[in-house]
Nanobody, 124 residues
Framework: QLQLVESGGGLVQPGGSLRLSCAAS????????IGWFRQAPGKEREGVSC????????YYADSVKGRFTISRDNARNTVYLQMKSLKPEDTAVYYC?????????????????WGQGTQVTVSS
């Protein structure tokens, strides 16, 4: 059974850092485009960062460029999202997802398999 499990969320002060993990079971992560998405209360789910399956190219939303880094550890079958210089507006539930497509835009509709999400709260 294909499953994605996120972890690493929590409460952090503005300017702090967190590393989110997305562990896969039932399939090999590096064969799929993988994305991190977030949804804040009252807002639509948005793409934060995605990594392709073929060449490992990455995408970042403008709001997180220079602060977030997506990476993949094939040996652990895990994708990470390193988040630095966190801001209150980064507060959201963060989801990882995998796409069945060979290539996918970093948009929620392009992704088929979703984790349960992990809460990130940035507050003093």
């Amino acid at each position: 059974q294909l499953q994605l499990v996120e972890s690493g969320g929590g409460l952090v002060q503005p300017g702090g850092s967190l590393r989110l993990s997305c562990a896969a079971s039932g399939f090999t992560l590096d064969l799929y485009p993988i994305g991190w998405f977030r949804q804040a209360p009252g807002k639509e789910r948005e793409g934060v960062s995605c990594i392709s399956s073929n060449d490992g190219s990455t995408y970042y939303a403008d709001s997180v460029k220079g602060r977030f880094t997506i990476s993949r550890d094939n040996a652990r079958n895990t994708v990470y999202l390193q988040m630095k210089s966190l801001k209150p507006e980064d507060t959201a539930v963060y989801y990882c997802a995998a796409s069945r497509a060979v290539q996918a835009l970093c948009a929620p509709l392009e992704y088929d398999y979703w984790g349960q999400g992990t809460q990130v709260t940035v507050s003093s």
